[in-house]
């Protein structure tokens, strides 16, 4: 009997389409086809298969069954249970799922191997080289440098037909990791950590650990013997460590090669397309047994994944907000569920939703308290910029530039800490006052003096800086209003002429491997002042590193982000917890107008419990998360009476349920961008309520017209 194939496609479409099974094709579930979309051929994956009954409309047929690997049967579930959170299509994660497939194949390599023919003259050039063909195909260049000759020799036995030149595609070649390799000397607590990983590792299915520790406690080295017990249970695990950061992956990648004594493979944005579609096929095929990468690893096509780590698990950075948005942290414990793996979330300032299923006993939870060896957490102090302000056009304060100079003359090194990208977040024309923004867009556009350029971190459009106002056209009246990093930098070397100075920003950094080089040079005492954003703000182990200078540590506080406070003191206590991790002591100087403010005092007194109880106890009265549920609606068009008519529409249509509280429509606070107006509610609901089902039912009561765009995201993290 024949049989129909679903096949779901990546693209935003809201199910998969069925298609007739050619005869003899025998699909599987989780196979790649080929199929046709109208004029045209698409890949798509077969998400299900049944017979075919009487009465059935004509099916178009699958086109082919392509030569690649299947998807498994788990990773097909967590990628529709992933859209049905989300609140979109299947084919939304699935794209993300293909992206490796998809990548170009790496070039073919061109080898040469003996054909079987004598050349018709012998000399002891080329019968080293035919001994050294007969062993393995090699490239010619390799082969003439095993025999010791010049490229001649061998061009002249292919020539001669005595080797013959032969394309074969590159495989991936990942070493097998060593989990019997013996890791770091650990401190009683990291060893107590280590084994209570271990226990929950190898009792196999599903479990979810809190591995929360100060910074500079050892949480690698501790979730690096979990790895290990995962490796050496079952020898076709697989681990996957997540990185907020890509700046981070090299160093955490050196740390596993380290470990294991075989590298990784490495999954982020700046990996060439071939090398991401060999990490792609390889762990597919379960060669490639640790990836460390950044969220979008977790779509990956792992055939055995046992072990998932999320390393600063608190960090931002994990949410996708463009796209098809998801919290990466909270999909990766949905992963481990339908994988039946172990997941370690580790982190020295944990989320709220964490702590609170840690409190709860959902989670274990394992604490390292001290830092490892005699390091001592840093003093911190408040620099309370009402009374000691710096310089007029200056943005470092007197106690701040001292403790500088100090640091200096005893050979140590400062960071100064600020998390704003460019020269200044700010161009604004001294004779009309007007504020230049990105066309189309209500985001200011962002000095940056290296290029010249003035750049819309929204959109990414950039110009270069005008010698004029664009509206009034006035000469010379640009001025460069506020600090970025760019500008502390200018002060930092204008205060200190002779030190070595480096800025670590995205701007600043082409890939990864410069970020690596970098940081080196800052391990190995090259630099003597960083200015950084958060980039450099977490993860790294600067060992002469004494001295953290926050220059505005006011800056996470300000919007009406529900977030502001634990976001604010996660990154301050991370950028802090840079200083003093080896023998000599750390401080750490926090510029600030709100030295009473609770996130200050809690950093000051190195009290974190007390601020997350107080913050909790905020959360809860206001039914909050992680008491409450979240989803954002963002809707967006071109024209602002047709918008604002739709969403009103939209407004009357939503359910009235219990437990769920509608806010909106208001104008987003980004109420422009490329062009598009932009309108936003925001859902709260109680934890017994399915947001997901109540928000996909309340977009199916609305058609949009075709000019109009709805985007929804559960558990919203950026509120603009």
């Known amino acids: 009997m024949s049989r129909i194939a679903s096949v779901l496609l990546p693209m935003p479409l809201p199910e998969a389409f069925d298609y007739a099974e050619p005869e003899g094709m025998e699909l599987g579930v989780g196979d790649q086809v080929a199929a046709p979309l109208g004029p045209r051929l698409l890949r798509g994956v077969v998400v299900g298969l049944r017979d075919a009954t009487g009465g059935n409309r004509p099916l178009k047929p699958v086109e082919a069954r392509l030569e690649?690997?299947?998807?498994?049967?788990?990773?097909?579930?967590?990628?529709?249970?992933?859209?049905r959170y989300g609140v979109d299509a299947p084919g939304a994660p699935l794209a993300i799922a293909l992206r490796g497939a998809r990548a170009p194949k790496p070039r073919p390599l061109k080898v040469v191997e003996p054909t079987g023919a004598a050349?018709?003259?012998?000399?002891?050039?080329?019968?080293?080289?035919?001994?050294?063909?007969?062993?393995?195909?090699?490239?010619?260049?390799?082969?003439?440098?095993?025999?010791?000759?010049?490229?001649g020799v061998v061009k002249g036995l292919?020539?001669?037909?005595?080797?013959?030149?032969?394309?074969?595609?590159?495989?991936?070649?990942?070493?097998?990791?060593?989990p019997s390799r013996p890791g770091s000397a650990l401190n009683p607590s990291q060893a107590a950590a280590a084994q209570a990983l271990r226990e929950a590792v190898g009792a196999g299915g599903f479990n979810v650990t809190l591995l929360d520790g100060v910074t500079g406690s050892g949480k690698t080295e501790v979730y690096l013997e979990a790895a290990?017990?995962?490796?050496?249970?079952?020898?076709?695990?697989?681990?996957?460590?997540?990185?907020?950061?890509?700046?981070?992956?090299?160093?955490?990648?050196?740390?596993?090669?380290?470990?294991?004594g075989a590298r990784p493979g490495e999954w982020h944005s700046d990996v060439a397309p071939p090398a991401r579609r060999r990490v792609w096929e390889a762990v597919a095929a379960g060669r490639c047994r640790i990836v460390v990468g950044a969220r979008s690893a977790l779509f990956l096509p792992f055939r055995k994944l046992s072990l998932i780590i999320v390393d600063e698990e608190h960090d931002s950075s994990y949410k996708q907000e463009e796209g098809f948005i998801y919290q990466a942290r909270d999909l990766?414990?949905?992963?481990?569920?339908?994988?039946?793996?172990?997941?370690?979330?580790?982190?020295?300032?944990?989320?709220?939703?964490?702590?609170?299923?840690?409190e709860t006993g959902r989670y274990r939870w394992l604490r390292l308290s001290a830092r490892h060896g005699t390091a001592e957490l840093p003093q911190v102090e408040l620099v309370d910029l009402r009374e000691t302000?710096?310089?007029?056009?200056?943005?470092?304060?007197?106690?701040?530039?001292?403790?500088?100079?100090?640091?200096?003359?005893?050979?140590?090194?400062?960071?100064?800490?600020?998390?704003?990208r460019g020269y200044a977040p700010l161009v604004l024309c001294r004779a009309c006052g007007e504020r230049l923004c990105a066309p189309d867009t209500d985001s200011w556009l962002v000095e940056h003096r290296y290029t010249g350029r003035l750049v819309c971190h929204l959109t990414g459009?950039?110009?270069?800086?005008?010698?004029?106002?664009?509206?009034?056209?006035?000469?010379?009246?640009?001025?460069?209003?506020?600090?970025?990093?760019?500008?502390?930098?200018?002060?930092?070397?204008?205060?200190?002429?002779?030190?070595r100075i480096a800025v670590f920003s995205s701007d600043t950094l082409v890939d990864a491997r410069e970020a690596r080089r970098l940081v080196e040079a800052m391990e190995s005492g090259e630099i003597d002042i960083l200015v950084a954003t958060q980039a450099a703000a977490k993860g790294h182990n600067f060992p002469n590193l004494t001295l953290v200078g926050v220059v505005d540590a006011d800056l996470g506080l300000r919007g009406g982000d529900l977030r502001a406070g634990e976001r604010t003191y996660q990154l301050l206590a991370q950028a802090t917890g840079r200083a003093g991790r080896h023998e000599r002591p750390g401080r750490a100087l926090l510029q600030t107008y709100a030295p009473d403010h609770p996130v200050m005092q809690a950093l000051q007194a190195q009290d974190r419990d007390a601020f997350l109880q107080a913050e909790m106890a905020e959360r809860e009265l206001a039914g909050l998360p992680p008491f409450g549920r979240l989803g954002a609606v963002i809707v967006s068009g071109e024209d602002a009476a047709g918008?604002?008519?739709?969403?009103?529409?939209?407004?009357?249509?939503?359910?009235?349920?219990?437990?769920?509280?509608?806010?909106?429509?208001?104008?987003?606070?980004?109420?422009?961008?490329?062009?598009?107006?932009?309108?936003?509610?925001?859902?709260?609901?109680?934890?017994?309520?399915?947001l997901s089902a109540y928000l996909a039912a309340w977009r199916a009561r609305v058609k949009p017209p075709a000019s109009i765009r709805v985007a929804i995201d559960v558990d919203p993290y950026s509120f603009l």
Not at 75 to 83: D, N, R, V, Y
Not at 473 to 483: C, E, Q
Request: proline content about 9%.
């Open 68 to 83: 690649e690997p299947a998807l498994p049967a788990r990773t097909l579930e967590f990628i529709q249970w992933a859209a």
């Open 228 to 260: 290990a017990a995962a490796l050496a249970a079952d020898p076709q695990a697989q681990v996957l460590a997540l990185l907020p950061e890509i700046a981070l992956t090299q160093a955490v990648i050196a740390r596993f090669a380290e470990r294991f």
């Open 332 to 358: 990766a414990v949905v992963r481990g569920k339908i994988e039946d793996a172990s997941v370690i979330l580790a982190s020295a300032t944990p989320s709220l939703e964490t702590l609170r299923n840690a």
């Open 119 to 151: 050349p018709a003259r012998l000399t002891p050039a080329r019968e080293r080289v035919m001994a050294c063909a007969a062993q393995a195909p090699v490239s010619p260049a390799d082969l003439a440098r095993a025999a010791g000759v010049s490229a």
């Open 461 to 499: 459009f950039s110009m270069p800086k005008p010698d004029k106002c664009p509206h009034c056209g006035a000469k010379d009246s640009l001025v460069s209003i506020g600090p970025g990093v760019e500008r502390v930098e200018e002060e930092a070397r204008h205060l200190f002429p002779e030190a």
């Open 158 to 178: 292919v020539d001669e037909g005595v080797l013959a030149v032969r394309l074969v595609e590159a495989e991936a070649s990942f070493d097998p990791p060593d």
């Open 643 to 690: 918008l604002e008519a739709f969403v009103q529409t939209m407004a009357k249509a939503a359910p009235n349920t219990e437990g769920v509280e509608v806010y909106g429509p208001a104008d987003a606070p980004l109420a422009l961008v490329r062009g598009r107006r932009r309108k936003r509610f925001l859902v709260r609901a109680d934890r017994t309520v399915d």
């Open 389 to 420: 302000p710096p310089e007029a056009g200056r943005w470092l304060s007197p106690p701040l530039v001292q403790a500088m100079g100090e640091t200096l003359a005893r050979g140590e090194q400062t960071l100064l800490f600020l998390n704003r």
